[in-house]
């Protein structure tokens, strides 16, 4: 059973750079798809961006110009960096398997504030 | 961007009801669309792909239905675990977008 475990600051200051990994256990990250979606409280599921195995990437064109998701196979890792963030940016941040998201981890609460 | 439109947005049923929950995409995407479970607070969790297909471990009251623009997830007997909000998400093309999602609560 592949597990997913999201790591990192829960709380960060405006404009500054939110960071989080992803550690991939019981499982391979090669072949697949690595996506990290978000959730802000109350509502709905955003899609951020995925990463391939081999590190091509793919980013939801409202945050494209402040994301960087990258991948660590060595380690059985994926991150995501968002840039200059905003209150807007809080949320439950997960990582999760492929296109359609078979595995997810069990989210983490990232607050944007001074 | 492939919008989703979920309806009804909120339900309320009981246990043993039959419930079906619509998605109806801006454009047709095949059947390329997902169905997840969320519970407070946790992860989603998927029941359904490719509109129609049964993730392993989904209960078989559960069923997926449609193609192109609209489908539909039908929850044959509501249990009373069943009781959740419920998302869509299509997979045909990016950005990959989800339903606003519907609410499922006990009448």
Do not use: M
Not at chain 1, 18 to 27: N, Y
């Amino acid at each position: 059973q592949v597990q997913l475990q999201e790591s990192g600051p829960g709380l960060v200051k405006p404009s500054e750079t939110l960071s989080l990994t992803c550690t991939v256990s019981s499982g391979s990250i090669s072949p697949y798809y690595w996506s990290w979606i978000r959730q802000p409280p109350g509502k709905g599921l955003e899609w951020i961006g995925y990463i391939y195995h081999s590190g091509s990437t793919n980013y939801n064109p409202s945050l494209k110009s402040r994301v960087t998701i990258s991948v660590d196979t060595s380690n059985n890792q994926f991150s995501l960096k968002l840039t200059s963030v905003n209150a807007a940016d809080t949320a439950v941040y997960y990582c999760a398997r492929a296109i359609y998201f078979d595995y997810w981890g069990q989210g983490i609460l990232v607050t944007v504030s001074s | 961007d492939i919008q989703l439109t979920q309806s009804p947005s909120f339900l309320s049923a009981s246990v043993g009801d039959r419930v079906t929950i619509t998605c109806r995409a801006s454009q047709g995407i095949s059947s390329y669309l997902a169905w997840y479970q969320q519970k407070p607070g946790k992860a989603p969790n998927l029941l359904i792909y490719a509109a129609s297909t049964l993730q392993r471990g989904t209960p078989s009251r559960f069923s997926g239905g449609g193609s192109g623009t609209e489908f539909t997830l039908t929850i044959s007997r509501l249990q009373p675990e069943d009781f959740a909000t419920y998302y869509c998400q299509q997979h045909y093309s990016y950005p990959l977008t989800f339903g606003g999602g519907t609410k499922v609560e006990i009448k």
